[in-house]
């Protein structure tokens, strides 16, 4: 179930209805477990959310290189329509701190000059791939 949200999520940019509705009919869980499911984890959204998702990483070293007065700066500026800003835990990148994922791409060595052109523009620093079950079943099918 958590790889077909995925796909849903990757999809419509939330959990949406249609979505629960086509993981009813293919894998027979009922829209209650799979809201369930969905609303356990804090990666999946049930409600729409905007393009781009910036996850400021808090974790010790980005802590100790000034990733709260980061965060507090990108949740202050990003303009809410187009970019989501939550805090997360390491994000393993602290050879790069203070760091951060745009949609799962990583932003490395993160500064207030960085954030904001990256507030501004964060197309430029999407990676643009998503992880779907198909890549996952690619990269173990062979082990």
Known sequence: ??????????????????????????????????????????FFYLEPRPRYKLAVCTNLTCMQKGA??????????????????????CIGLCDHAPAALLNGSPVKNLTVDLLKDLLENPEKYDGGHRETYSDMADLYKDR
Not at 9 to 36: A, K
Not at 68 to 88: G, Q, S
């Open 1 to 42: 179930m958590i790889a077909a949200l995925h796909e849903v999520q990757d999809e419509y940019g939330w959990i949406h209805p249609d979505g629960i509705r086509l993981i009813t009919e293919v894998l027979g869980y009922s829209e209650t477990q799979i809201v369930s499911v969905a609303s356990f984890y804090h």
């Open 68 to 89: 709260y007065d980061l965060l507090k700066f990108a949740r202050e500026n990003a303009d809410p329509n187009k970019v989501f800003v939550e805090e997360t835990e």
